[in-house]
């Protein structure tokens, strides 16, 4: 056991030790999950034959009792504890989630425990604020002084709301430019905590946006081609996919063939090649792209016209381009270098 976790665990230990009924320890070490998993107020009332308000009942009065004597001074180890929390906070950006939280402390293996008897020293603590989880938001602990659990989610909804507004994903340092904080990193910390946010890229936007939070293959491959910002080959794109920071990246080079034929929003430009529909590129054949090309055009066009306005759409050879020209019932040659649409 490395030191942090030794220094926390002794704070719980010495916590638990000034609660002097067993009866009153049993049920914060059950509630908060201390000597195994967390439990309910009907499951503890069960276990120790009394009503689900009467736990609740002892479990408020227990934890006041314990936030009194963290406040005096009374268990010293907390202290030690409370510093190691507080430190790693300020280095997070003053609030984190407590799965964040736990991996700064302990390392990457930090257990489920360690995670809760995070949650266990910021419940007690008064220089320490817990954002309780829901629907909305992520269980997280913060540093006191910067807000209460009011004032925590009412900095988060108003992140929320300015993405909301600007109807698309941000950089942290657009962000930083409009909202009145002093580092970036607040801004991070604050957004992570909220389970309506979703970050890709270095961009932040509403959590059902495909585009910072892509569920699906479709939206993945979306991603990676607006990313690029230049048509691939559907191998690169299973490849990029799978070097991504997506949750889900394990594909098949056939399942992302599927998708890009079954979505308008891919577009066909040549062997395997795709593009978005959305930088001006049409489905159709060669001919088809020849023919739309003319129809545009009030006066025939050069060769040289033509291949050059083809291949801003299409990945094809020229001598592929030249090859459709010569199609007779489709183009007719107005002179020796220019073509107009057949009649």
């Given amino acids: ?58 479990e408020k009065a227990v934890l006041i009792r314990l936030r009194i004597s963290t406040e005096d ?8 504890a409370e510093k190691i929390i507080i430190k790693s906070l300020a280095e997070l950006g003053k609030i984190a989630k407590v799965s964040d939280l736990a991996v700064k402390i302990f390392g990457d293996d930090a257990s489920d425990e360690q995670r809760l008897k995070l949650s266990f020293i910021g419940e007690i603590s008064s220089n320490l604020t817990v954002v309780e989880e829901n ?42 430019n409009t909202l009145n904080y002093e580092h970036p990193d607040q801004i991070r910390a604050l957004a992570s905590v909220s389970k309506n946010l979703a970050t890709l890229n270095g961009l932040w936007g509403l959590a059902k946006w495909p585009t910072v939070n892509p569920k699906n293959i479709r939206d993945k491959i979306y991603v990676v081609l607006e990313e690029k910002r230049e048509p691939m080959h559907f191998e690169e794109i299973a490849e990029a996919i799978k070097n991504s920071d997506f949750r889900r990246k394990n594909v098949t ?19 395997g090649i795709y593009a978005l529909d959305s930088w001006g590129y049409k489905r159709g054949t060669v001919s088809e792209t020849i023919t739309d090309i003319l129809k545009q055009s009030k006066t025939p066009l050069t060769r040289e016209q033509i291949v050059k306005r083809v291949l801003a759409s299409r990945k094809v050879k020229e001598t592929t381009i030249l090859l459709n020209l010569q199609n007779k019932k489709l183009f007719k040659k107005v002179d020796k270098n220019s073509y107009t649409l057949a009649e």
């Fill in 1 to 58: 056991m490395d030191q942090n976790a030794e220094v926390i665990a002794k704070a719980i230990d010495d916590s638990l030790k000034i609660i002097e009924q067993d009866r009153e320890k049993e049920i914060i070490s059950r509630r908060f999950g201390l000597s195994g998993s967390k439990e309910t107020l009907e499951q503890i009332g069960d276990m120790l034959s009394i009503t689900r308000e009467r736990v609740r009942q002892l």
């Fill in 73 to 80: 001074g009374n268990i010293p180890e907390f202290v030690h």
């Fill in 135 to 176: 629907d909305n938001y992520y269980n997280s602990i913060g540093i006191a002084e910067y807000g209460d659990e009011k004032t925590l989610k009412h900095k988060i909804d108003e992140i929320i709301s300015y993405i909301r507004k600007n109807k698309a994903p941000l950089s942290l340092d657009e962000l930083y």
């Fill in 253 to 271: 080079i056939q399942a992302i063939h599927n998708e890009l034929i079954k979505d308008s929003r891919f577009v066909l430009i040549g062997r």
